[in-house]
């Protein structure tokens, strides 16, 4: 079965400096992964997917996301936190293919504050 | 492009009272719907998902259900709401077919229902 653990449910973070939120998995196949971003009364919209390709994940809005599957984890980063980020962010795992369904495992969120 | 439409965007109901709220995608055909709760300050729970025309699969037991009476249409329904049913309901949909099996989900804007 797959799983995903959010470590931290609140980040806050100063304008400008290092955005990291972490994500562990946890899958009986090879995973993909995935980082969404929500804003408030919004919808999930996709930030970046590892498909299995490279393990350096490069993403929309200027978020990167490194896979190791060693540590099983797929952390999400950004060099210089803007006030714009202030969102939800929730790592994703999929599992196998249920006749055909993609079948996501969501962590429970982190909250991204953005200090001025 | 692919388009995602959810409404209502919220909705008051009392206890007791039916419930549906309906999810049309554009710009695609055959896709995977389905349909998350996210309830406040936790994750998404899928509910729903479906493959094909009057095919639903449940993902948990509960006062819900879901049709897709037509390709691109998929219904959340309920005969008689719960305190309970409270939360954010959002449908996505992810193309169906040979080499989408890592595709991401494609996210509605979400119903705020609050049941009093």
């Not at chain 1, 994500?23 to 919808?43: A, E, K, R």
């Not at chain 2, 249409?73 to 949909?93: E, R, V």
């Not at chain 2, 890592?102 to 009093?116: D, E, K, M, Q, Y």
């Amino acid at each position: 079965a797959q799983s995903v653990t959010q470590l931290g449910s609140h980040v806050s973070v100063s304008e400008g400096a290092l955005v990291l939120l972490r994500c562990n998995y946890s899958s009986s196949v090879p995973p993909y992964l995935f980082w969404y971003v929500q804003y408030p009364n919004q919808g999930l919209q996709l930030l970046l997917k590892y498909t299995s390709a490279a393990t350096l994940v490069k993403g929309i809005n200027g978020f990167e996301a490194e896979f190791k599957k060693s540590e099983t984890s797929f952390h999400l980063t950004k060099p210089s936190a803007h006030m714009s980020d202030a969102a939800e962010y929730f790592c994703a795992v999929s599992g196998p293919l249920i006749q055909g369904a993609q079948k996501l495992v969501f962590g429970q969120g982190t909250r991204l504050t953005i200090n001025p | 492009s692919q388009t995602i439409h959810q409404w209502p965007a919220t909705l008051v109901q009392p206890v007791g009272s039916p419930l549906s709220l309906e999810c049309t995608v554009e710009g695609t055909s055959n896709p995977n719907l389905y349909w998350y709760r996210q309830a406040a300050g936790r994750g998404l729970q899928l509910l729903f998902y479906s493959v094909g025309i009057g095919q639903i699969s449940s993902e948990v037991p509960q006062n819900l259900s879901a049709s897709r009476p037509q390709d691109r249409q998929f219904i959340l329904s309920s005969k008689k709401l719960l305190l309970s049913d409270s939360g954010f309901y959002l449908c996505a949909w992810s193309p169906n077919g040979p080499g989408y099996h890592n595709s991401p989900l494609h996210f509605g804007n979400g119903t705020r229902l609050t049941v009093t």
